[in-house]
């Protein structure tokens, strides 16, 4: 199993940046997928998932209105498009197999930063 993230950066307070996560060595199509983050001596917090056929999202109170995954089952990747973003979203963000609990495989991640 691969999971790859990119996008991340440096974002201005209501700016907006755009996440992808290249998987493999996996059925991707066959599994829920979801974006968590871990903030700076903070825990590993499940941001939002998605279903494995794209129809249905899910997301953290915090972030809920302001950011939206999608997924291209065909590409064998998955986004998290951020906006209004808030100097509280800055962490470092993983995509992972599987649900909330995030038991499953992650990725690296890739840090977002935002500041003025």
């Known amino acids: 199993v691969q999971l790859v993230e990119s996008g991340g950066g440096l974002a201005q307070p209501g700016g907006s940046l755009r996440l992808s996560c290249a998987a493999s060595g996996f059925t991707f199509s066959s599994y829920v997928m979801s974006w968590a983050r871990q903030a700076p001596g903070k825990g590993l917090e499940w941001v939002g998932g998605i279903s494995t056929d794209g129809s249905f999202t899910n997301y953290a109170d915090s972030v809920k209105g302001r950011f939206a995954i999608s997924r291209d089952n065909a590409k064998n990747t998955l986004y998290l498009q951020m906006n209004s973003l808030k100097p509280d979203d800055t962490a470092l963000y993983y995509c992972?197999?599987?649900?909330?609990?995030?038991?499953?495989?992650r990725g690296q991640g890739t840090q977002v930063t935002v500041s003025s």
């Open positions: 992972a197999q599987g649900g909330r609990t995030l038991a499953g495989a």
